[in-house]
């Protein structure tokens, strides 16, 4: 029973295609965030969601569109990929208090081509 | 905003000996900062953090020092063993409408040869 589960755990897609990932966290906290890490394994925050409100959107494309239909939930739709867009994305999730360490999902990786 | 910096970006060190990886942040606004072990094709794992108001934390053979006044902090591996091998990421947080915004270091790839 994986805490923090994201699906699909690989994702092949060509140049201009629309594709989602979806995150879901069993462990009843209340802030889901999405990062992504590149080639060089540098990890970056892209989104992060209180209960269902956006608190946290940096400096991410458009084509992103984060959304949280509950708190245990946050999917990302991508839009017009590119190839840019190849990396690795993590879910993550953390209890609302303040100072509290991020529970990673396993990560999906997304290839385009 | 916060800016990480970690070094070194590779260490290789033979089993039994330890390991320092150092990171310096920018924000002095940030008050915790955890510590990631990511091994090949896995997630991050949290594997100790420390919080503002703390100098130091251990736990086995980890440890944790912080210095707020120099805005650094470094972990600390003694007695590595072959399955510390892995990618280990600092970061450094400041509270963020009832989150954490997480600015991660670049990661430290550590070798731990027999």
């Known amino acids: 029973d994986t805490a923090v589960s994201q699906t699909p755990k690989y994702l092949v897609t060509q140049m201009g295609n629309d594709k989602s990932i979806k995150c879901e966290q069993n462990?009843?906290?209340?802030?889901m965030y999405w990062y992504k890490q590149d080639s060089k394994k540098f990890l970056k925050i892209m989104f992060s969601y209180n209960n269902k409100e956006l608190i946290i959107n940096e400096t991410v494309p458009n084509r992103f569109s984060p959304k949280s239909p509950d708190k245990a939930h946050l999917n990302l739709h991508i839009n017009s990929l590119e190839l840019g867009d190849s990396a690795v994305y993590f879910c993550a999730s953390s209890p609302r208090t303040a100072n509290s360490p991020l529970h990673f999902g396993n990560g999906t990786r997304l290839t385009v081509t | 905003g916060e800016n990480v910096e970690q070094h070194p970006s590779t260490l290789s060190v033979q089993e039994g000996d330890s390991a320092v990886i150092k990171c310096t942040y920018s924000d002095s606004a940030s008050n915790y900062f955890p510590w990631y072990k990511q091994e090949l094709g896995k997630r991050p794992q949290l594997i100790i953090d420390i919080r503002s108001n703390v100098g130091e934390k251990k736990d086995q053979r980890i440890a944790v020092t912080l210095n707020k006044t120099a805005k650094h902090f470094s972990l600390h591996i003694t007695e590595t063993q072959p399955e510390d091998s892995a990618v280990y990421f600092c970061a450094a947080s400041i509270a963020a409408g009832g989150g954490n915004k997480l600015t991660f270091g670049t990661g430290t790839q550590l070798k731990v040869e027999l």
């Open positions: 462990l009843g906290h209340d802030t």
